[in-house]
């Protein structure tokens, strides 16, 4: 079963700061999507990438799939108190089409 | 539209009791998915279900949880003598198809067993 570890695991920060958040694995990826869970809310999907060395962008959220596709970080420039929620990574490998979930970074935006 | 609903979003009961949850999928959506999600953790795969059967329940932890989708819409995930450990969140997700398609999920069904 594969593995994905996030960190940091909770991340405290003032509005308008940048953040990174990391979700790694020994295992190597056909897709990782990130999602964004509120409180009391199912997670929300916001991206998917599916290429090695791939990035997105969400507005200030930028994505990046790393290039041997076992890796992936989700930067936030200028955090606004929106942002604040729990970010998860979910990966697919070979033809599943079960996502393995991360344990999520907690990330709390304070104004 | 409407999203993916559940019922009840509370709820409470005893060890060694029966429950059932409820999932209602966005319309038209054939992929229909559990899971169950502890504190502090991320969601963990319980079944799916493509139309009216279940195409993969080998996410269900032991043969006290059963799900069924018999008319291919709606859901029900059933667990006899529930407990402690039973509880979390449970969540459920349906896409329109189910490889590669996008899950949307619903807000989940918060099981407390005392």
């Known amino acids: 079963t594969q593995l994905l570890e996030q960190s940091p695991q909770f991340l405290s920060i003032q509005e308008g700061e940048n953040l990174t958040v990391y979700c790694n694995s020994s295992s190597v990826f056909s897709s990782l999507q990130w999602y964004r869970q509120e409180p009391g809310e199912g997670p929300v999907l916001l991206v998917t990438v599916v290429t090695g060395g791939e990035v997105k962008k969400l507005k200030r959220l930028t994505f990046q799939f790393g290039d041997a596709r076992k890796d992936s970080s989700l930067h936030i420039t200028a955090a606004q108190t929106g942002d604040t929620g729990l970010y998860l990574c979910?990966?697919?490998?070979?033809?599943?089409?079960?996502?393995?979930f991360g344990r999520g970074t907690s990330l709390i935006v304070h104004p | 539209g409407a999203g993916v609903s559940q019922t009840p979003s509370n709820k409470v009961t005893e060890k060694g009791k029966y429950v059932e949850l409820r999932c209602d999928p966005i319309?038209?959506?054939?992929?229909l998915y559990w899971y169950r999600q502890s504190l502090g953790q991320g969601p963990e795969f319980l079944i799916y279900?493509?139309?009216?059967?279940?195409?993969?329940d080998s996410g269900l932890p032991n043969d006290r949880f059963f799900a069924v989708r018999p008319e291919g819409s709606v859901s029900t995930l059933k667990i006899q003598r529930t407990e402690r450990g039973d509880s979390a969140v449970y969540l459920c997700a349906s896409s329109l198809r189910g490889y590669g398609y996008e899950q949307y999920f619903g807000p989940g069904t918060r099981l407390t067993v005392t």
């Open positions: 279900f493509q139309g009216t059967g279940a195409a993969d």
């Open positions: 979910a990966a697919k490998s070979g033809g599943s089409y079960i996502p393995t």
């Open positions: 319309s038209g959506h054939t992929a």
